[in-house]
């Protein structure tokens, strides 16, 4: 079956070798992430948040946002770094908490699994997005930047490893834990981020406990817009998430469109049909897609 699990890590390792056969310094990099993601408990706040659901726009609109207010010059691809930069600033981490299929790879089953003791200690931004369009940017991601370049489309709907309930099982699993939890973590959509992000990054500052000011969050926004990121990856050799495709194919951008509603011209109306259907019986309706 296309989209095993041993696919995925065969693909995924193939990725990686090239990517290292290219830039031999991206080992430390990925091996700085991987002691990171194994030891949660050093940090102070988590953006969480599955693939594809806008976290890099997130990221770098904190980390810009960080950097004017200090009035420093520092350009990171990671917000785990920022707190080496700016000391001030809470030491957080942005990971997809066993949710991507480029670490180790979890089913739909799986990833029902309560794991928020490894974050239960710090703030948590859970970022969430409508799960047709992660459907769609997840696909081009695979396809175009996993080295899965056979990976069909017709598997990104019922796949185990990739697929929809996947996606609903683990958005229904931190949306359960943020009920309860309320204090610890802040609920934002790739929606309200997108229609409104002056608002909503002064509320991720603030419930992280950042000081940053207005105008500061105002520079950041307008200094993220989605042409400037692909600007950035496609002109900067040091950056580990610039496109490998080349800066003419649009899909293979990791900043790749961020498009509300993607989904309406990439799926078939049957397929929509389907996948509404899935929704309507298994996501919870608090998300109201």
């Known amino acids: 079956?296309?989209?095993?699990?041993?696919?995925?890590?065969?693909?995924?390792?193939?990725?990686?070798?090239?990517?290292?056969?290219?830039?031999?310094?991206?080992?430390?990099?990925?091996?700085?992430r991987f002691k990171k993601y194994s030891n949660t408990k050093s940090f102070d706040a988590f953006i969480i948040s599955y693939p594809k659901s806008g976290r890099t726009w997130l990221q770098k609109m904190i980390i810009e946002a960080v950097r004017i207010e200090s009035k420093?010059?520092?350009?990171?691809?990671?917000?785990?770094?920022?707190?080496?930069?700016?000391?001030?600033?809470?030491?957080?981490?942005?990971?997809?908490?066993?949710?991507s299929w480029e670490e180790k790879v979890q089913n739909y089953n799986e990833i029902q699994k309560d794991d928020w003791k490894k974050y239960d200690h710090g703030k948590i931004?859970?970022?969430?997005?409508?799960?047709?369009?992660?459907?769609?940017?997840?696909?081009?991601?695979?396809?175009?930047?996993?080295?899965?370049?056979?990976?069909?489309?017709?598997?990104?709907i019922n796949n185990p490893n990739v697929g929809l309930l996947k996606v609903i099982h683990f958005m229904n699993k931190w949306l359960k834990y943020s009920q309860n939890n309320p204090d610890i973590v802040?609920?934002?959509?790739?929606?309200?981020?997108?229609k409104n992000?002056?608002?909503?990054?002064?509320?991720?500052l603030n419930h992280v406990g950042s000081g940053v000011s207005d105008d500061s969050i105002k520079a950041a926004i307008e200094n993220t817009t989605l042409q400037k990121m692909r600007q950035n990856e496609s002109g900067n050799a040091d950056n580990p998430w610039a496109t490998t495709k080349g800066k003419d194919n649009p899909n293979s951008f990791h900043s790749r469109k961020g498009i509300i509603g993607e989904y309406k011209t990439f799926f078939s109306q049957e397929d929509i049909n389907y996948i509404d259907k899935l929704i309507n019986e298994n996501l919870d309706s608090v998300f109201n897609y």
Request: charged letters at 25%; proline letters at 6%.
């Open 186 to 194: 802040l609920n934002m959509s790739y929606d309200e981020l997108k």
């Open 197 to 204: 992000p002056f608002d909503s990054m002064k509320k991720i």
């Open 1 to 32: 079956m296309a989209g095993s699990k041993l696919d995925f890590y065969f693909h995924n390792l193939k990725s990686k070798l090239k990517l290292f056969a290219k830039k031999p310094s991206f080992v430390f990099f990925y091996l700085d």
């Open 125 to 156: 931004i859970f970022l969430y997005r409508d799960p047709r369009d992660v459907l769609v940017s997840q696909f081009y991601h695979i396809r175009h930047r996993s080295g899965y370049g056979t990976f069909p489309k017709s598997e990104v």
């Open 72 to 99: 420093k010059n520092f350009d990171l691809v990671d917000v785990s770094l920022l707190n080496e930069q700016e000391p001030s600033f809470p030491y957080m981490l942005s990971t997809h908490a066993g949710s």
